[in-house]
């Protein structure tokens, strides 16, 4: 599978991994190539980015940043047709959820563009392997009519 860069969603089905330093977007389609997007979080600094890890790894999370990260990506994914959210975690440590909930707070006529919001082992999954999932998923909701 060949990668390929994706500049925009516009119009677009999309999976999006989001973890707390970057969101991967990826074009969902039968295409071999792989369209992908890699949003980084605005960079706070190696200080910051080191102590937030070490508060992180003592269970005191900073969400400095989290605001602007946070409207960046409701930004970038509210041209989407179609929203597929992913994330590692779950409950208060889980950055897809903490997303999920400020999208649908400040933008909720985009936030209708989301059909699903999974907790999925991100360090083990490939690309390919998202899109699958994507796939499998519009396909339940095809069957359902949901």
Aim: hydrophobic share 35%; with cysteine; glycine share 8%.
């Amino acid at each position: 599978m060949h990668e390929t860069p994706l500049t925009d969603v516009t119009g677009k089905w999309v999976i999006a991994a989001v973890t707390r330093d970057y969101c991967d977007v990826w074009h969902v389609s039968d295409s071999h190539d792989r369209e992908v997007m890699h949003l980084r979080r605005p960079d706070e600094g190696v200080e910051h980015h080191h102590v937030r890890q070490a508060q992180e790894h003592h269970g005191h999370r900073s969400d400095q940043g989290s605001t602007e990260y946070y409207k960046y990506l409701s930004a970038v994914l509210s041209g989407a047709s179609d929203v597929m959210l992913v994330g590692h975690g779950s409950g208060k440590s889980s950055i897809v959820e903490e997303f999920a909930e400020y999208f649908s707070k400040h933008r909720p006529q985009d936030f209708k563009l989301v059909t699903e919001v999974r907790h999925v082992n991100l360090p083990a999954l490939s690309g390919g392997e998202l899109i699958q999932m994507a796939h499998e998923w519009k396909k339940v909701q095809m069957e359902f009519g949901s």
